[in-house]
């Protein structure tokens, strides 16, 4: 017997408490255990989930090693607590509530006669009971510096993806009808149980118990899902001696970890540009020189890289990611980029390069792209098995939704080896999202690499601000790459970061970066803030003529004439409609139309992968002289970023001057595959379809000439010095210019008299942004207990200001029934995926699809996880005819243009 409150509770009647049950599966092979009843324990479940815990943190060593520096501890002491802490998240089951939820299986010789009592949620009654007398006490013993438990009570008990109330966290267990002093009595032995089993000492000395939250709600629930597995944890005899059990489940949370791919593989110990980038051996650019030496702080560090289009910079994250990895900063990388096409273009440069950034072993290591196809080890896949083993829908929670969740491709990358995916994926680790704690916990195991900072807005930059700093607090490392970023951008990351540290005033470290230098390394760690100039290579030296196009009618006369002559050209619009509108033109005039080709992001998944792989086929580094010559490329943003594009002309849309540079950089990048000689047009130009700067008599003076496009980016003053010191200069001098141009367009000088209230309007909206992004992203300080207690599931949340936004997912219609537009090679949750498409809410105009198909979409969702049932189901016609109704226009849609709407005929 084991001592309790006011009593003691026989071992056997603690187990007499069930935990889970497979009867709603079906399993009529399980053993039976008490006449007819089969079951799991509770306290086998809590021993099971505190096993995987302390194995998870031992068998990760280094990251075990950054958690306990931060929080000023020692790492075997914290891995014991965690452990414990992890363990107890299931006491609320010690509870009349849930033991009623299976009739049969009533604990009466503890609890008596049944009652009927309605299950408020055990993890509610989880809260409750940790906050009673002695379980309260015994933490309070634990943490003998924390001053208040609460967010730590919040963490272990919110393990199904949201924080309790104030309500659970203030009610008395003993007067509650759902608990009373028997389940007291069972819960607190529980918890005994575990202590004794684990042997935790007091962690005096930890004190930030608001930090610890987030992390340590993130280690419940991955406990708590892998710890649900029936593959790896099968149902037990109840007369298993409690310390024999201990030691079983201690083995299989190894094997389940070893078996689901998730214990850290070993990092390459001397990493070498040989190894996974051998072009870079002979002739490294500078800033690759610098990073590959440059030295490592102890604990947390980022480093931000500013170099130019073509200089390297991927390779050079991923040979400082290498050595952070061999340091022990991370067990792994995830590759954060601003759009879809460009994660799938870094998916595919790490495929052939990823596995030789660790040590060879039997399990290869995972990558995976976060949206979209994916590869994966099979010990990984193993993740898609359903391991839901409980009795009822709310208990179901962590294990199947983790499930289900953790498999997703949009997720799985932060427990992936090497993962690369938008950073909109990692941006919802800061919202206020239903298991983010999932997402935090993942990525602070990963070197986390931010390519194309400059691209964020005010909003974006508040989320990537509330990123850096929640993972500093977390103990990780990161890399943010740049060609164009100011110094406010730099700076505004280096205090995120240093907050995350825990430094007390982070404004002095930030103040301490100043450099105008370009190229530049930046490095922030704990204390010190440093800047160093790698120089720059000759052979990247190069100067753009940059010329004003009046028109678009401009615009497709040069398009044309300079691929009549063989050249190849990329025309960038700043909107969809104004893309579709050029490309339609172009294809018109062209002598031979296939030689035009159309790249939006207004395509379902699947056709847009399509496109962007023929895009990097015929335009990319190793396109044949045939492939490109004589071709155009009509499209918006997605080509401006970390694509490797290379094109003889561009003309583009008049954008902020930052963009206007990545635009520039898609020209004369392969000069080894394509020198000069060898090209169809004397040099590399810029022209810019813009009205002139010098003639502004009103405030809309960019519609006439850009029309749609005139609204996309609405900083009136950015675009009007854009264009003012773009074409004072006339050219764009490589890197001489980028800073200068950054610093004098984003100075917030003045604009002639047409457009000031304008710009005071776009700075008021600019501010606003800010200011909403900072309310919306978690508040760190206040720990996981500050959380609302009611959290979306769904993936529609603001990571971007912006329109609200629809995502649809397209489909045929065969045999009386709803099919998937885009085909996966019979995998049907793929195939939806690919099949989706993101659009407007106004582009819209009300538009949904019509009530008949209500019940054909209510058939194909029935097997959706949670946060996708949201989404529509649009049925497109054989001739294009998209099945929406309640609009003013009608919609189509071809794997060709994309969606586009017309007016009604």
């Given at each position: 017997?084991?001592?309790?409150?006011?009593?003691?509770?026989?071992?056997a009647?603690?187990?007499?408490?069930?935990?889970?049950?497979?009867?709603?599966?079906?399993?009529?092979?399980?053993t039976?255990?008490?006449?007819?009843?089969?079951?799991?324990?509770?306290?086998?479940?809590?021993?099971?989930?505190?096993?995987?815990?302390?194995?998870?943190?031992?068998?990760?060593?280094?990251?075990?090693e950054?958690e306990?520096?931060?929080?000023?501890?020692?790492?075997?002491?914290?891995?014991?607590?965690?452990?414990?802490?992890?363990?107890?998240?299931d006491?609320?089951?010690?509870?009349?509530?849930?033991?009623?939820?299976?009739?049969?299986?009533?604990?009466?010789?503890?609890?008596?006669?049944?009652?009927?009592?309605?299950?408020?949620?055990?993890?509610?009654?989880?809260?409750?009971?940790?906050?009673?007398?002695?379980?309260?006490?015994?933490l309070?013993?634990?943490?003998?510096?924390?001053?208040?438990?609460?967010?730590?009570?919040?963490?272990?008990?919110?393990?199904?993806?949201q924080?309790?109330?104030g309500?659970?966290?203030?009610?008395?267990?003993?007067?509650?009808?759902?608990?009373?002093?028997?389940?007291?009595?069972?819960?607190?032995?529980?918890?005994?149980?575990?202590?004794?089993?684990?042997?935790?000492?007091?962690?005096?000395?930890?004190?930030?118990?608001?930090?610890?939250?987030?992390?340590?709600?993130?280690?419940?629930?991955?406990?708590?899902?892998?710890?649900?597995d029936?593959?790896?944890?099968?149902?037990?005899?109840?007369?298993?001696?409690?310390?024999?059990?201990?030691?079983?489940?201690?083995?299989r949370?190894?094997?389940?970890?070893?078996?689901?791919?998730?214990?850290?593989?070993?990092?390459k110990?001397?990493?070498?540009?040989a190894?996974?980038?051998?072009?870079?051996?002979?002739?490294?650019?500078?800033?690759?020189?610098l990073?590959?030496?440059?030295?490592?702080?102890?604990?947390?560090?980022?480093?931000?890289i500013?170099d130019?289009?073509?200089?390297?910079?991927?390779?050079?994250?991923?040979?400082?990611?290498?050595?952070?990895?061999?340091?022990?900063?991370?067990?792994?990388?995830?590759?954060?980029?601003?759009?879809?096409?460009?994660?799938?273009?870094?998916?595919d440069?790490?495929?052939?390069?990823?596995?030789?950034?660790?040590?060879?072993?039997?399990?290869?290591?995972?990558?995976v792209?976060?949206?979209?196809?994916?590869?994966?080890s099979?010990?990984?896949?193993?993740?898609?098995?359903?391991?839901?083993m409980?009795?009822?829908?709310?208990?179901?929670?962590?294990?199947?939704?983790?499930a289900?969740?953790?498999?997703?491709?949009?997720?799985?990358?932060?427990?992936?080896?090497?993962?690369?995916?938008?950073?909109?994926?990692?941006?919802?680790?800061?919202?206020?999202?239903?298991?983010?704690?999932?997402?935090?916990?993942?990525?602070?195991?990963?070197?986390?690499i931010?390519?194309?900072?400059h691209?964020?807005?005010?909003?974006?930059?508040?989320e990537l601000?509330?990123?850096?700093?929640?993972?500093?607090q977390?103990?990780?490392?990161?890399?943010?790459?740049?060609?164009?970023?100011?110094?406010?951008?730099?700076?505004?990351?280096?205090?995120?970061?240093?907050?995350g540290?825990?430094?007390?005033?982070?404004?002095?470290?930030?103040?301490?970066?100043?450099?105008?230098?370009?190229?530049?390394?930046?490095?922030?760690?704990?204390?010190?803030?440093?800047e160093?100039?790698?120089?720059?290579?000759?052979?990247l030296?190069?100067?753009?003529?940059v010329?004003?196009?009046?028109?678009?009618?401009?615009a497709?006369?040069?398009?044309?004439?300079?691929?009549?002559?063989?050249?190849?050209?990329?025309?960038i619009c700043?909107?969809?409609?104004?893309?579709?509108?050029?490309?339609?033109?172009?294809?018109?005039?062209?002598?031979?139309?296939?030689?035009?080709?159309?790249?939006?992001?207004?395509?379902?998944?699947?056709?847009?992968?399509?496109i962007?792989?023929?895009?990097?086929r015929?335009?990319?580094?190793?396109?044949?002289?045939?492939?490109?010559?004589?071709?155009?490329?009509?499209?918006?943003?997605?080509?401006?970023?970390?694509?490797?594009?290379?094109?003889?002309?561009?003309?583009?849309?008049?954008?902020?001057?930052?963009?206007?540079?990545?635009?520039?950089?898609?020209?004369?990048?392969?000069?080894?595959?394509?020198?000069?000689?060898?090209?169809?047009?004397?040099?590399?130009?810029?022209?810019?379809?813009?009205?002139?700067?010098?003639?502004?008599?009103?405030k809309?003076?960019?519609?006439?000439?850009?029309?749609?496009?005139?609204?996309?980016?609405?900083?009136?003053?950015?675009?009007?010095?854009?264009?003012?010191?773009?074409?004072?200069?006339?050219?764009?001098?490589?890197?001489?210019s980028?800073?200068?141009l950054?610093?004098?367009?984003?100075a917030?000088?003045?604009?002639?008299?047409?457009l000031?209230e304008?710009?005071?309007?776009?700075?008021?909206?600019?501010?606003?942004?800010?200011?909403?992004?900072?309310?919306?992203?978690?508040?760190?300080?206040?720990?996981?207990?500050?959380?609302?207690?009611?959290?979306?599931?769904?993936?529609?949340?603001?990571?971007?200001?912006?329109?609200?936004?629809?995502?649809?997912?397209?489909?045929?219609?065969?045999?009386?029934?709803l099919?998937?537009?885009?085909?996966?090679?019979?995998d049907?949750?793929?195939?939806?995926?690919?099949?989706?498409?993101?659009v407007?809410?106004?582009?819209?105009?009300?538009?949904?699809?019509?009530?008949?198909?209500q019940?054909?979409?209510?058939?194909?969702?029935?097997?959706?996880?949670?946060w996708?049932?949201?989404?529509?189901i649009?049925?497109?016609?054989?001739?294009?005819?998209m099945?929406?109704?309640?609009?003013?226009?009608?919609?189509?849609?071809?794997?060709?243009?994309?969606?586009?709407?017309?007016?009604?005929e």
């Open positions: 017997m084991v001592g309790g409150w006011g009593g003691e509770v026989e071992e009647y603690l187990l007499a408490f069930w935990g889970k049950t497979s009867r709603s599966y079906g399993d009529s092979s399980e039976v255990f008490n006449d007819t009843r089969s079951y799991k324990p509770a306290l086998h479940h809590l021993i099971d989930v505190a096993a995987v815990a302390l194995q998870w943190q031992q068998l990760n060593p280094a990251r075990l950054r306990a520096a931060l929080l000023k501890v020692r790492p075997e002491g914290l891995a014991k607590l965690a452990a414990l802490l992890a363990g107890v998240h006491l609320g089951k010690f509870s009349r509530g849930f033991q009623a939820k299976v009739p049969e299986l009533w604990p009466d010789q503890v609890l008596g006669q049944r009652e009927q009592l309605a299950d408020r949620g055990h993890w509610r009654n989880t809260a409750i009971l940790l906050r009673a007398d002695p379980i309260y006490r015994e309070k013993n634990l943490l003998p510096g924390v001053h208040n438990n609460a967010p730590i009570i919040a963490a272990v008990a919110g393990h199904h993806g924080p309790p109330g309500n659970e966290l203030n009610a008395r267990a003993l007067r509650d009808p759902q608990l009373g002093k028997q389940c007291v009595d069972a819960a607190y032995t529980a918890f005994c149980i575990l202590r004794d089993l684990l042997g935790p000492q007091p962690l005096s000395s930890l004190k930030q118990a608001a930090q610890w939250s987030w992390s340590l709600s993130g280690l419940v629930t991955l406990a708590d899902w892998i710890g649900s029936r593959h790896y944890f099968a149902f037990a005899s109840l007369d298993t001696p409690i310390e024999e059990y201990w030691l079983l489940a201690s083995e949370a190894e094997q389940a970890l070893r078996g689901k791919g998730l214990l850290p593989r070993l990092p110990s001397r990493p070498s540009y190894l996974f980038a051998p072009q870079v051996t002979d002739r490294p650019r500078p800033m690759q020189k990073v590959e030496a440059t030295p490592l702080a102890a604990g947390a560090q980022l480093f931000i500013e130019t289009t073509g200089a390297g910079k991927t390779e050079a994250a991923i040979m400082l990611a290498a050595r952070m990895m061999a340091a022990g900063k991370g067990e792994g990388l995830y590759f954060a980029l601003p759009t879809m096409a460009t994660a799938n273009a870094m998916y440069r790490l495929q052939g390069v990823y596995d030789k950034l660790f040590e060879a072993s039997s399990q290869h290591p995972s990558l792209l976060a949206h979209g196809r994916s590869q994966l099979a010990e990984f896949r193993a993740m898609v098995r359903s391991t839901a409980s009795h009822g829908s709310e208990d179901e929670t962590t294990a199947a939704f983790c289900q969740w953790i498999a997703d491709d949009r997720r799985r990358a932060f427990y992936a080896d090497v993962g690369a995916g938008t950073i909109d994926q990692a941006f919802l680790s800061i919202l206020r999202k239903k298991h983010l704690t999932l997402r935090q916990y993942g990525l602070a195991g990963r070197i986390l931010v390519d194309e900072a691209c964020f807005d005010a909003y974006m930059g508040e601000s509330a990123l850096l700093e929640l993972h500093a977390n103990g990780g490392s990161a890399i943010v790459l740049s060609a164009t970023l100011s110094l406010e951008q730099r700076r505004n990351m280096a205090k995120a970061f240093a907050q540290l825990g430094l007390r005033d982070p404004d002095d470290l930030s103040d301490q970066l100043c450099s105008k230098a370009y190229p530049l390394l930046t490095s922030v760690a704990l204390g010190s803030a440093e160093c100039e790698p120089g720059f290579d000759s052979a030296r190069r100067s753009v003529p010329e004003r196009l009046p028109d678009r009618t401009a497709a006369t040069q398009a044309l004439a300079a691929a009549k002559k063989g050249a190849a050209v990329l025309v700043n909107a969809v409609d104004e893309t579709i509108a050029v490309h339609t033109s172009l294809t018109e005039q062209m002598d031979v139309p296939q030689r035009v080709h159309l790249f939006h992001a207004r395509f379902a998944q699947g056709d847009r992968q399509a962007e792989e023929n895009v990097l015929r335009f990319g580094r190793e396109a044949k002289a045939t492939a490109r010559a004589g071709h155009i490329l009509v499209a918006t943003q997605v080509v401006e970023q970390s694509l490797d594009l290379d094109f003889d002309l561009v003309i583009s849309d008049l954008a902020p001057v930052d963009l206007i540079i990545q635009r520039a950089g898609r020209m004369w990048r392969h000069l080894d595959q394509r020198p000069p000689k060898s090209r169809p047009v004397e040099g590399p130009r810029l022209l810019l379809v813009s009205p002139d700067p010098e003639q502004v008599e009103d809309n003076w960019l519609e006439p000439v850009l029309g749609k496009a005139a609204f996309v980016y609405q900083h009136a003053g950015v675009m009007w010095r854009s264009a003012k010191a773009l074409f004072d200069a006339g050219r764009i001098d490589t890197p001489d980028f800073r200068p950054i610093e004098c367009v984003y917030k000088e003045d604009v002639p008299p047409a000031e304008k710009q005071l309007e776009a700075e008021g909206q600019e501010g606003g942004s800010r200011s909403l992004g900072h309310y919306n992203v978690v508040d760190l300080k206040g720990g996981y207990g500050h959380l609302p207690t009611e959290l979306s599931s769904t993936e529609d949340i603001g990571t971007r200001l912006g329109e609200p936004t629809v995502t649809l997912r397209l489909a045929r219609i065969e045999k009386g029934r099919v998937p537009w885009c085909a996966a090679d019979n049907l949750k793929r195939a939806w995926a690919l099949s989706e498409i993101r407007r809410e106004q582009f819209l105009g009300g538009a949904e699809p019509p009530p008949e198909d019940a054909l979409q209510k058939q194909v969702k029935s097997d959706w996880p949670e996708e049932r949201a989404i529509w649009v049925a497109v016609e054989k001739d294009g005819t099945r929406l109704e309640g609009a003013d226009r009608d919609f189509i849609y071809s794997s060709e243009q994309g969606m586009k709407k017309l007016p009604h």
